[in-house]
């Protein structure tokens, strides 16, 4: 323990640098997944196509992806940007099956109310739609942020910065604490990430909550 | 794209001590020996929790706990405490793919028709012909929708065994940054990547094969995928 109160400096940048690593990916892959969700749900073949690649890009792992994307983007090999652009793939490729599901789940009779009362598309895609497919959506990024707090650590080995370093440094020190240190607070970040994204997904959907 | 492929497409790579065929039989190795372990531990529990619907709670509490933990932090600390050798990946590997699997047979068993269950004790099935000749093919798609899942964690993964001094694919990931030859390092995280898309391939295939034909038309549209 003396040596975690010693190093608390040390733990709040990697913890800084591993939240920034891997929520950035989330945030980012949801904005792209809406829209390529919507197109899926709307029309057959972009959902065979959209729901293909996401399922080979989830295929390809990480590690790999990581150290491929230099080679593709012209990004230096230690340059963070690989992994996030790389989690932000694995978001996408995730978000995009559930939010399609969740948008073809929508009731017809809900969406042909809206039309009927004056709801054109967009709006009624935001308005109505949408807001119904938040708890899968939810689901989904649970998933996908419990996934990324774990693949950041994996990007240590090839020298990306987070809590993987405390992984790699205990290792060549032979030094035990360190490791557990960071198993833990990979554990706790996870634990207060899905927390959060629980409290969001309530907070956002105060409806599912009335008449029980 | 020189710099992707002109490591692997050198001859001199693939044969010999140390060569492409080599460290493609130690990665399936690793990959295999965890994904038995895994499925023998994880398995059973997940059937029975399944099949007697007591302990659901606890079994995905554990299982998301488990799927949290960082498979590199794991690795590290088993070498410290048990020394370099095969049971450190293999023990990371088993931990990564017991979730995938404890939670697949569950949740197929636990999804079983009540009505077909109930329908074979009727007929005078006791529990154990219940779960094997009932609830256990009935639930395939999904227990084995959970396998695929692990072995393709497990195959992406079973690269860092060579970042404690094992080998496998990974081998010359950790190679190349040492030694900053970079085509070497996207040679092998290339093949590993075919590799992961080729267990996918064959795995879908094997699906086919052991899930009965009378599942097949309750797919839906998108299929059984994470």
Known sequence: ????????????????????????????????AIP?????????PARAFLLTVSGLLYTIPSLALIVILPAIISTKTLDPVNVIITLTVYT????????A?????????????????????????LGVEFPLAIPVVVAGLRVAMVSNISLVSVGALIG????????????????????????VATLLLALVADLVLQLIGRLVTPWTRVGR | MNLLTSWLFDPTNWSGTGGIPQRLVEHLWYTALALAIAIVIGFPLGALVGHTKRGGFVLVGAANVLRALPTVGVL?????????????????????????????????????E??????????????????????????MPLIFGGVRSAALQVVATATIAAYVGLGGLGRYVFDGLALHDYPQMAGGAILVAVLAVLVELVLTGVQRLVVSPGLRPVRTSGGTQR
């Open chain 1, 1 to 32: 323990m003396t040596w975690v109160f010693d190093h608390l400096g040390l733990l709040g940048d990697l913890t800084v640098t591993h939240v920034y690593l891997s929520v950035l990916p989330v945030v980012l892959g949801l904005i792209i």
């Open chain 2, 76 to 112: 590290t600390l088993v070498v410290l405490l048990a020394g370099i050798g095969l049971v450190p990946p293999i023990a990371a590997l088993t931990l990564l793919a017991i979730p995938p699997i404890m939670a697949g047979a569950y949740a197929g068993i636990q999804a079983v």
């Open chain 1, 92 to 99: 996408i490729a995730l978000l995009v099956r559930s939010i």
């Open chain 1, 36 to 44: 390529l969700g919507w197109a899926a749900s709307r029309w057959r």
């Open chain 1, 160 to 183: 990306i910065a987070g809590y993987g370093q405390l992984f790699t440094n205990g290792f060549q020190l032979q030094f035990v604490t360190e490791i557990v240190t960071g198993i």
């Open chain 1, 101 to 125: 599901d969740a948008l073809s789940a929508v009731p017809p009779t809900i969406v042909a109310a809206a039309t009927a009362i004056g709801y054109r598309p967009f709006k009624r895609f």
């Open chain 2, 114 to 139: 009540p009505v077909v269950v109930d329908a074979a004790r009727g007929v005078g099935m006791t529990e154990r012909e219940v779960l094997f000749q009932v609830e256990i093919p009935n639930a």
